[in-house]
């Protein structure tokens, strides 16, 4: 797999530890150089520095070899990101959204996932320089987070 550029994610009030462990893990297979969680994301380790059952058992070792870190305001890592020259690409169903398909990251990439259900939240999206949406063709409107994770990040990075 050839890796393109250099890879950031932020997760963002994702409230599920294995959804955590899992978007990890796929990282991980992927290439991605460094996680940002933020709001109520738990971290791979819990406040006493112990490790967080539920995220190792669906990282399989992975939240050990990528560097992340934890804070409360997603905008504070969304700033520091573009400081750094990072495009922030949000994965979210909006008017300004674009199919996934037709985008091509840029070298040094923020990709930001929200909350299970609500999504990223609109002080958020405004914040995005891009937002990508995965067709959704069945009666569901959405996937599961880990999942639309995966799948985006396997178009976007697997090149």
């Known amino acids: 797999m050839k890796q393109q550029g250099e890879i950031w994610v932020l997760l963002h009030n994702i409230r599920s530890a294995h959804n955590v462990g899992s978007m990890f893990r796929t990282g991980d297979a992927i290439g991605v150089s460094r996680f940002l969680l933020s709001g109520y994301t738990p971290a791979p380790l819990d406040r006493f520095r112990r490790p967080v059952k539920e995220i190792a058992k669906t990282a399989l070792g992975a939240e050990l070899t990528i560097p992340w870190e934890q804070g409360v305001s997603a905008l504070d890592f969304v700033s520091r990101a573009k400081k750094e020259g990072f495009v922030v690409v949000g994965v979210e169903q909006d008017d300004r959204a ?62």
């Open 98 to 159: 674009i199919d996934y398909k037709e985008y091509v990251p840029a070298a040094k990439t923020l990709i930001v996932m929200g909350e299970e259900v609500g999504g990223i939240e609109q002080s958020l999206r405004d914040v995005c320089d891009v937002l990508l949406e995965l067709p959704m063709n069945g009666k569901k409107e959405s996937l599961n987070v880990s999942v639309a994770f995966g799948v985006t990040m396997y178009r976007l990075f697997d090149r």
